[in-house]
């Protein structure tokens, strides 16, 4: 961990690549410790860090990506426990000692409390892509569900975020795969005959037939006229 003079916290674990661009005199303080600091220290671990631990908080990838915002109180206190880590730094019962590992878990405390604010989820409890493609599916028919936003919040994860999660685990952007999936039920639609433009357009929430056809035009480089003659045409071939 480093901390600079404007209270900026760096969580750097050992897979990570870094640098830093010093462009004025700047004060760093690191506390380093090894994955056995805290092995060490289990019985001396609170409930609250079971799920989410100091390591897997630190591997984190989410807080790699964004920057947490703490209020001024809490740079205060984020001080204060650096510095009292720095006093006891004298001791050489440090490594062992319970008092520092309290004030190194209360650090964590305040990246939890910061995270949460940001609606970041640290406990590792992202959710599966099966989890991502049933929500999506079960409410293609409702756009404003399915926006980012709203998607996010369901999930618990930054929004901020959310677009390069999606786009790890699933290798195409949300909205290339939202825009793919609701045409392929769209396409399906249209093989019904018995269904008119303007009942599919309600049916996928488009404000009318226009705002149907000019999506369906976008993504196929025709119309769902075009699309259902050629349907028919196919037909009457096969026949």
Same mark, same amino acid.
């Given at each position: ?7 900026d916290l ?27 600091? &805290? ?16 390591? @897997?908080? %630190? ?9 947490l915002k %703490? ?21 050489? $019962?440090?490594?062992?000692?319970p008092l ?22 640290? $406990? ?58 609701? =045409? ?11 269904? @008119? ?6 049916? &996928? ?25 050629? =349907? ?8």
């Amino acid at each position: 961990m480093g901390i600079l003079d404007e209270s900026d916290l760096f969580i750097i674990c050992p897979q990570d690549q870094h640098y830093f661009e010093i462009t004025k005199s700047t004060h760093f303080t690191f506390i380093k410790f090894t994955d056995s600091y &805290f092995a060490g220290h289990k019985m001396n671990t609170p409930d609250a860090l079971i799920l989410s631990t100091p390591e @897997s908080i %630190m591997s984190n990838k989410l807080l790699k990506e964004v920057k947490l915002k %703490m209020e001024e109180s809490y740079i205060s206190i984020l001080r204060n426990t650096v510095e009292n880590i720095v006093a006891y730094n004298c001791r050489k $019962d440090v490594a062992s000692s319970p008092l520092v590992y309290y004030q190194i878990l209360s650090i964590f405390g305040l990246i939890r409390e910061a995270a949460a604010k940001l609606s970041i989820r640290i $406990d590792d409890g992202q959710p599966e892509k099966e989890e991502l493609i049933s929500y999506i599916h079960q409410h293609i028919y409702e756009p404003s569900l399915i926006q980012v936003k709203n998607v996010a919040a369901h999930f618990n994860i930054a929004t901020s975020y959310f677009s390069d999660y999606f786009k790890r685990k699933f290798a195409m952007s949300y909205r290339e795969y939202v825009k793919s999936y609701r =045409l392929k039920l769209i396409e399906k639609r249209l093989q019904i005959p018995s269904l @008119s433009m303007k009942q599919i357009a309600d049916e &996928f929430g488009f404000s009318d037939e226009s705002h149907l056809s000019h999506f369906f035009k976008t993504m196929r480089k025709m119309s769902p006229s075009q699309f259902r003659s050629g =349907l028919k045409e196919y037909e009457y071939q096969d026949n």
